[in-house]
């Protein structure tokens, strides 16, 4: 089972929450989870801006599906609960949230993207919901955001048909905001100018 954390970083008077896991996929562990929706907590008292990124090649493939075939009903259940809490912290914080993506933003990777408030993708982004290929549906929120950015017809060929959607695409779908090719220094930009 891998291990994944985060990691917080200071980037021109922005706080910036790094995914970070030994393999570079950034995986949603339970662990993770819980991690991230404390240390969101203790930063909503800051309430300036915030960005979440992961790595060149990855902002987040989503949950560790090792961990979660060895689920029993119940601790599923909670597993779900807990992703739609950190998901709604995100989308209730006081400040503007920014997802800086590069790479693959996958799986619960894309609804913790969905969930905040503006996403910047860098040129290689690559989008899915890849889970009906695996039989399973995001538990995260994901199929409620998804539909309200981009249309219920389109979210619902995203998600049912396991399709990728490269940078420029999710930009025309509205997908995400602005492509940029340092999209950690634009959230930065992004965040400064509302204050």
């Not at 991230?36 to 909503?44: D, P, T, V, W």
């Not at 560790?64 to 599923?76: K, R, T, V, W, Y």
């Not at 889970?131 to 995203?158: F, N």
């Not at 998600?159 to 950690?184: C, M, S, T, Y």
Request: charged content about 25%; glycine content about 10%; hydrophobic content about 45%.
């Amino acid at each position: 089972m891998s291990q994944t954390s985060f990691q917080v970083e200071e980037y021109a008077g922005v706080s910036v929450v790094r995914l970070k896991s030994y393999d570079g996929t950034n995986r949603l562990t339970r662990a993770c989870v819980i991690s991230l929706s404390e240390k969101l907590h203790g930063l909503r008292r800051e309430a300036r801006g915030l960005i979440i990124a992961g790595n060149s090649r990855f902002f987040s493939v989503g949950a560790d599906l090792e961990e979660i075939a060895a689920l029993s009903g119940p601790e599923a259940y909670e597993f779900s609960r807990v992703g739609q809490a950190l998901m709604r912290t995100i989308e209730n914080f006081p400040a503007l949230v920014c997802a800086a993506i590069s790479g693959y933003c996958m799986r619960g990777g894309l609804d913790l993207a969905l969930a905040c408030h503006c996403r910047i993708a860098a040129r290689h982004a690559i989008f899915g919901h890849r889970g009906a290929a695996l039989g399973l549906i995001t538990g995260w929120g994901g199929t409620q955001r998804l539909p309200r950015l981009i249309g219920k017809a389109r979210a619902l060929e995203m998600f049912v048909a396991a399709e990728k959607v490269g940078a420029a695409q999710a930009l025309r779908l509205g997908l995400v905001d602005r492509i940029a090719n340092d999209p950690v220094a634009e959230a930065c930009r992004r965040i400064r100018d509302i204050r």
